[in-house]
Protein backbone atom coordinates (compact mmCIF):
# COMPACT_ATOMS: atom_id res chain seq x y z
CA UNK A 1 0.00 0.00 0.00
CA UNK A 2 1.39 3.80 -0.70
CA UNK A 3 2.55 5.48 2.32
CA UNK A 4 4.53 8.39 3.43
CA UNK A 5 6.34 8.72 6.52
CA UNK A 6 8.21 11.88 7.68
CA UNK A 7 10.68 10.62 10.63
CA UNK A 8 10.54 13.38 12.81
CA UNK A 9 7.32 14.47 14.47
CA UNK A 10 9.30 17.90 15.90
CA UNK A 11 12.53 19.25 14.97
CA UNK A 12 13.66 22.82 16.55
CA UNK A 13 16.63 24.95 14.55
CA UNK A 14 18.06 28.21 15.67
CA UNK A 15 17.33 31.15 13.21
CA UNK A 16 20.04 31.12 10.47
CA UNK A 17 21.09 27.74 10.25
CA UNK A 18 20.21 25.19 7.49
CA UNK A 19 17.04 22.54 7.72
CA UNK A 20 16.41 19.30 6.14
CA UNK A 21 12.97 17.79 7.15
CA UNK A 22 12.96 13.94 6.16
CA UNK A 23 9.96 12.50 3.76
CA UNK A 24 10.26 8.65 2.59
CA UNK A 25 7.43 7.62 0.31
CA UNK A 26 6.19 3.87 -0.19
CA UNK A 27 4.47 3.52 -4.04
CA UNK A 28 4.33 1.45 -6.79
CA UNK A 29 4.68 3.57 -9.85
CA UNK A 30 6.50 6.83 -10.65
CA UNK A 31 4.29 9.20 -7.91
CA UNK A 32 4.14 12.95 -7.76
CA UNK A 33 5.61 14.43 -4.76
CA UNK A 34 4.48 17.63 -2.48
CA UNK A 35 5.37 19.65 0.25
CA UNK A 36 2.84 21.47 1.93
CA UNK A 37 3.23 23.96 4.67
CA UNK A 38 0.65 24.68 7.37
CA UNK A 39 0.47 27.67 9.91
CA UNK A 40 -1.44 27.58 12.92
CA UNK A 41 -5.31 28.31 12.19
CA UNK A 42 -4.61 28.29 8.74
CA UNK A 43 -4.92 26.17 5.50
CA UNK A 44 -2.13 24.04 3.81
CA UNK A 45 -0.04 26.06 1.82
CA UNK A 46 1.98 24.40 -1.35
CA UNK A 47 5.81 24.84 -1.56
CA UNK A 48 6.64 22.61 -4.46
CA UNK A 49 6.10 19.74 -6.26
CA UNK A 50 7.94 17.19 -8.29
CA UNK A 51 6.30 15.55 -11.47
CA UNK A 52 9.21 14.93 -13.33
CA UNK A 53 12.38 15.95 -14.86
CA UNK A 54 15.31 17.67 -12.64
CA UNK A 55 15.08 15.83 -9.72
CA UNK A 56 15.85 18.95 -7.53
CA UNK A 57 12.98 21.54 -7.42
CA UNK A 58 12.73 24.82 -6.33
CA UNK A 59 10.01 26.41 -4.35
CA UNK A 60 8.46 29.03 -3.03
CA UNK A 61 10.16 31.11 0.04
CA UNK A 62 13.34 30.34 -0.43
CA UNK A 63 12.63 26.00 -0.14
CA UNK A 64 14.17 23.23 -2.17
CA UNK A 65 13.52 19.70 -2.21
CA UNK A 66 15.72 16.30 -4.21
CA UNK A 67 13.69 13.16 -5.11
CA UNK A 68 16.29 10.51 -4.75
CA UNK A 69 14.49 7.46 -6.29
CA UNK A 70 17.04 4.76 -4.92
CA UNK A 71 16.13 6.05 -1.58
CA UNK A 72 12.32 6.77 -2.03
CA UNK A 73 13.16 9.93 -0.61
CA UNK A 74 12.08 13.58 -1.05
CA UNK A 75 13.33 15.87 1.93
CA UNK A 76 12.90 18.95 2.25
CA UNK A 77 16.01 21.82 2.66
CA UNK A 78 16.35 25.18 3.01
CA UNK A 79 19.70 27.04 3.61
CA UNK A 80 19.31 29.65 6.27
CA UNK A 81 15.67 29.37 8.70
CA UNK A 82 14.18 32.49 9.36
CA UNK A 83 11.74 32.81 12.49
CA UNK A 84 8.66 33.13 10.19
CA UNK A 85 9.08 29.38 8.68
CA UNK A 86 8.11 27.83 12.32
CA UNK A 87 5.04 26.29 11.41
CA UNK A 88 4.02 22.34 10.30
CA UNK A 89 5.58 20.93 7.56
CA UNK A 90 4.03 17.71 5.50
CA UNK A 91 5.03 15.39 2.91
CA UNK A 92 2.76 14.49 -0.31
CA UNK A 93 2.05 11.76 -2.89
CA UNK A 94 -0.08 11.20 -5.40
CA UNK A 95 -2.38 9.70 -7.33
CA UNK A 96 -2.66 6.47 -4.99
CA UNK A 97 -3.87 3.43 -7.18
CA UNK A 98 -7.20 2.74 -5.27
CA UNK A 99 -8.65 6.11 -5.16
CA UNK A 100 -6.77 9.29 -7.26
CA UNK A 101 -6.49 11.33 -4.14
CA UNK A 102 -3.26 13.00 -2.68
CA UNK A 103 -1.52 10.64 0.57
CA UNK A 104 -0.40 12.88 3.07
CA UNK A 105 2.14 12.29 5.78
CA UNK A 106 1.86 13.17 9.55
CA UNK A 107 3.83 16.37 9.05
CA UNK A 108 6.69 17.25 11.47
CA UNK A 109 6.82 20.49 13.20
CA UNK A 110 9.31 23.52 13.20
CA UNK A 111 10.35 25.49 16.00
CA UNK A 112 13.00 28.12 15.27
CA UNK A 113 15.04 29.30 18.46
CA UNK A 114 16.01 32.90 18.24
CA UNK B 1 -7.36 35.34 -8.56
CA UNK B 2 -9.41 34.84 -5.02
CA UNK B 3 -8.71 31.68 -2.95
CA UNK B 4 -10.15 28.75 -1.15
CA UNK B 5 -13.37 30.34 0.93
CA UNK B 6 -14.87 27.86 3.76
CA UNK B 7 -17.34 28.99 5.81
CA UNK B 8 -17.87 28.98 8.77
CA UNK B 9 -14.41 29.11 10.19
CA UNK B 10 -15.99 27.56 13.17
CA UNK B 11 -18.68 25.83 14.43
CA UNK B 12 -19.82 24.26 18.05
CA UNK B 13 -22.65 21.35 17.85
CA UNK B 14 -23.91 18.86 20.01
CA UNK B 15 -24.07 15.35 19.49
CA UNK B 16 -26.18 14.03 17.60
CA UNK B 17 -26.98 17.58 15.44
CA UNK B 18 -26.29 17.59 12.11
CA UNK B 19 -23.56 20.25 10.16
CA UNK B 20 -23.06 21.56 6.71
CA UNK B 21 -19.87 23.16 5.79
CA UNK B 22 -19.56 25.00 2.74
CA UNK B 23 -16.80 25.78 0.43
CA UNK B 24 -16.22 27.69 -2.83
CA UNK B 25 -13.34 26.73 -4.56
CA UNK B 26 -10.77 29.00 -7.01
CA UNK B 27 -12.50 30.28 -10.15
CA UNK B 28 -11.56 27.89 -13.26
CA UNK B 29 -11.19 24.77 -11.03
CA UNK B 30 -13.80 21.39 -11.34
CA UNK B 31 -12.26 19.22 -8.07
CA UNK B 32 -13.13 19.58 -5.30
CA UNK B 33 -11.53 17.76 -1.95
CA UNK B 34 -12.38 17.74 1.44
CA UNK B 35 -10.29 16.50 4.42
CA UNK B 36 -10.32 15.85 8.08
CA UNK B 37 -8.03 17.10 10.31
CA UNK B 38 -7.30 16.00 13.84
CA UNK B 39 -4.06 15.53 16.02
CA UNK B 40 -4.26 11.87 16.38
CA UNK B 41 -4.80 11.11 12.88
CA UNK B 42 -3.91 13.90 10.43
CA UNK B 43 -5.12 14.83 7.09
CA UNK B 44 -7.67 12.42 6.42
CA UNK B 45 -9.41 12.08 2.89
CA UNK B 46 -12.96 12.51 2.90
CA UNK B 47 -13.83 12.51 -0.70
CA UNK B 48 -13.36 14.23 -3.57
CA UNK B 49 -16.05 16.20 -6.12
CA UNK B 50 -15.63 16.50 -9.81
CA UNK B 51 -18.02 18.50 -12.44
CA UNK B 52 -20.57 17.87 -9.38
CA UNK B 53 -19.96 13.88 -9.51
CA UNK B 54 -18.32 12.58 -6.50
CA UNK B 55 -15.24 10.70 -8.15
CA UNK B 56 -13.54 9.17 -5.33
CA UNK B 57 -14.40 8.43 -1.64
CA UNK B 58 -12.09 7.86 1.56
CA UNK B 59 -12.48 5.55 4.41
CA UNK B 60 -15.24 7.54 5.89
CA UNK B 61 -18.83 6.43 7.24
CA UNK B 62 -21.88 7.67 5.74
CA UNK B 63 -22.87 10.50 7.94
CA UNK B 64 -19.97 12.21 5.83
CA UNK B 65 -21.37 13.05 2.65
CA UNK B 66 -21.40 16.11 0.42
CA UNK B 67 -22.17 17.64 -3.11
CA UNK B 68 -21.38 19.79 -5.63
CA UNK B 69 -22.80 22.82 -7.60
CA UNK B 70 -22.70 23.61 -11.00
CA UNK B 71 -20.46 26.36 -10.16
CA UNK B 72 -17.84 24.05 -8.48
CA UNK B 73 -19.18 25.22 -4.91
CA UNK B 74 -18.95 22.37 -2.63
CA UNK B 75 -20.97 21.56 0.24
CA UNK B 76 -19.88 18.60 3.00
CA UNK B 77 -22.76 17.51 5.56
CA UNK B 78 -21.86 15.27 8.95
CA UNK B 79 -25.19 13.79 10.42
CA UNK B 80 -26.12 12.78 13.44
CA UNK B 81 -22.58 14.37 14.70
CA UNK B 82 -20.40 11.96 17.07
CA UNK B 83 -17.37 13.52 19.71
CA UNK B 84 -15.33 12.18 17.60
CA UNK B 85 -15.82 14.32 14.92
CA UNK B 86 -14.66 16.90 15.98
CA UNK B 87 -11.44 18.32 13.99
CA UNK B 88 -10.08 20.71 11.33
CA UNK B 89 -12.38 20.20 7.91
CA UNK B 90 -10.08 21.20 4.73
CA UNK B 91 -11.02 21.97 1.46
CA UNK B 92 -9.03 22.05 -1.44
CA UNK B 93 -9.84 22.44 -4.89
CA UNK B 94 -7.45 21.91 -7.77
CA UNK B 95 -7.48 21.67 -11.54
CA UNK B 96 -7.39 17.93 -12.29
CA UNK B 97 -7.74 16.31 -8.90
CA UNK B 98 -5.33 15.27 -5.84
CA UNK B 99 -2.69 13.78 -6.53
CA UNK B 100 -2.49 14.58 -10.17
CA UNK B 101 -2.77 18.47 -9.81
CA UNK B 102 -1.58 20.87 -6.28
CA UNK B 103 -3.81 21.53 -4.02
CA UNK B 104 -4.98 24.89 -2.78
CA UNK B 105 -6.37 24.88 0.49
CA UNK B 106 -9.08 26.98 2.25
CA UNK B 107 -8.63 27.95 5.88
CA UNK B 108 -10.60 25.24 7.13
CA UNK B 109 -13.85 25.12 9.47
CA UNK B 110 -12.69 24.00 13.19
CA UNK B 111 -15.80 21.95 14.26
CA UNK B 112 -16.70 20.91 17.57
CA UNK B 113 -18.46 18.60 18.91
CA UNK B 114 -19.82 18.71 22.57
Known amino acids: AQSVTQPDIHITVSEGASLELRCNYSYGATPYLFWYVQSPGQGLQLLLK??????LVQGIKGFEAEFKRSQSSFNLRKPSVHWSDAAEYFC????????????FGAGTRLTVKP | KAGVTQTPRYLIKTRGQQVTLSCSPI?????VSWYQQTPGQGLQFLFEYFSETQRNKGNFPGRFSGRQFSNSRSEMNVSTLELGDSALYLC?????????????FGNGTRLTVT
Open chain 1, 50 to 55: YFSGDT
Open chain 2, 27 to 31: SGHRS
Open chain 1, 92 to 103: AVGPTVHNNDMR
Open chain 2, 92 to 104: ASSTQGPGNSPLH
